[in-house]
């Protein structure tokens, strides 16, 4: 039996980037998904746009048809990439930026699953898909509609997609887990919003100060170990805390 085969999106920086690092010095091979390649990383890697899922998806499906023959121990499906548009009420936001965040965050998550579950139904190995959420999927938070959105709506779409692969013969475990506050790019926006529009910008700035964020490497290791727990997918909406 060969190693883990574990697909990654959003690799190229942040806790995307300490994930693959871990993965690839566990034994994995890994296949990373970001719109740029990460310097480094020993692994096969696509520079894509997940904003056209579609294409992506389609790509994905045809690789993995490829793999079937690997006969790799697992394979996993890590859905990490995501994007924030600007900070601001829903009317002061671009169209074009809030169908971006949704087509990346939401829309990207749900194709690639798909084109997963096609592609590896016949595999006779564990199959897993990660879906990487935030507390803000399950509270809401002004000027945040589209994230908020993206990430409920990848909450919801894991659970029905659990309901699904627990009718099937060798289904996949699925969840969507949010992984803490992590001290990445993303927190900077959200420290770097302009009060006005957004009210909620001091108490990001108060866990900076208070030291509360949790390091991409420490928050890595948290979500790949709560993916290896044997019960992972018995809660399709999970937290790392939990």
Same mark, same amino acid.
């Given at each position: 039996?060969?190693?883990?085969?574990?697909?990654?999106?959003?690799?190229?920086?942040?806790?995307?980037?300490?994930?693959?690092?871990?993965?690839?010095?566990?034994?994995?091979?890994?296949?990373?998904?970001? +719109?740029?390649?990460?310097?480094?990383?020993?692994?096969?890697?696509?520079?894509?746009?997940?904003?056209?899922?579609?294409?992506?998806?389609?790509?994905?499906?045809?690789?993995?048809?490829?793999?079937?023959?690997?006969?790799?121990?697992?394979?996993?499906?890590?859905?990490?990439?995501?994007?924030?548009?600007?900070?601001?009420?829903? @009317?002061?936001?671009?169209?074009?930026?809030?169908?971006?965040?949704?087509?990346? @965050?939401?829309?990207?998550?749900?194709?690639?699953?798909?084109?997963?579950?096609?592609?590896?139904?016949?595999?006779?190995?564990?199959?897993?898909?990660?879906?990487?959420?935030?507390?803000?999927?399950?509270?809401?938070?002004?000027?945040?509609?589209?994230?908020?959105?993206?990430?409920? !709506?990848?909450?919801?779409?894991?659970?029905?997609?659990?309901?699904?692969?627990?009718?099937?013969?060798?289904?996949? +475990?699925?969840?969507?887990?949010?992984? !803490?506050?992590?001290?990445?790019?993303?927190?900077?926006?959200?420290?770097?919003?302009?009060? +006005?529009?957004?009210?909620?910008?001091?108490?990001?700035?108060?866990?900076?100060?208070?030291?509360?964020?949790?390091?991409?490497?420490? !928050?890595?290791? +948290?979500?790949?170990?709560?993916?290896?727990?044997?019960?992972?997918?018995?809660?399709?909406?999970?937290?790392?805390?939990?």
């Amino acid at each position: 039996m060969n190693a883990p085969l574990t697909i990654l999106t959003g690799a190229s920086r942040g806790m995307g980037r300490a994930m693959a690092e871990q993965l690839l010095a566990a034994g994995h091979q890994l296949l990373c998904i970001a +719109r740029k390649p990460a310097a480094g990383l020993a692994c096969e890697q696509w520079s894509a746009d997940l904003a056209d899922a579609p294409a992506v998806a389609a790509r994905l499906d045809a690789w993995l048809a490829q793999r079937a023959a690997d006969k790799p121990a697992s394979v996993t499906l890590i859905n990490n990439a995501g994007t924030i548009p600007r900070i601001a009420p829903l @009317g002061g936001v671009a169209a074009d930026d809030l169908a971006h965040a949704l087509r990346v @965050g939401l829309e990207a998550p749900m194709l690639l699953t798909g084109a997963f579950l096609r592609a590896t139904a016949g595999w006779a190995v564990p199959r897993k898909v990660l879906n990487i959420s935030s507390g803000l999927g399950r509270r809401a938070m002004a000027s945040q509609a589209a994230y908020c959105a993206a990430k409920a !709506g990848m909450d919801h779409f894991t659970r029905c997609v659990a309901l699904e692969e627990a009718q099937q013969p060798n289904g996949a +475990r699925v969840c969507s887990l949010a992984p !803490g506050v992590i001290d990445t790019d993303m927190q900077v926006q959200l420290r770097g919003a302009d009060p +006005r529009d957004f009210p909620d910008r001091g108490n990001f700035v108060g866990m900076k100060e208070q030291g509360a964020l949790v390091s991409p490497h420490d !928050g890595a290791a +948290r979500v790949l170990a709560y993916l290896a727990r044997p019960d992972f997918g018995s809660n399709p909406a999970g937290d790392v805390r939990d």
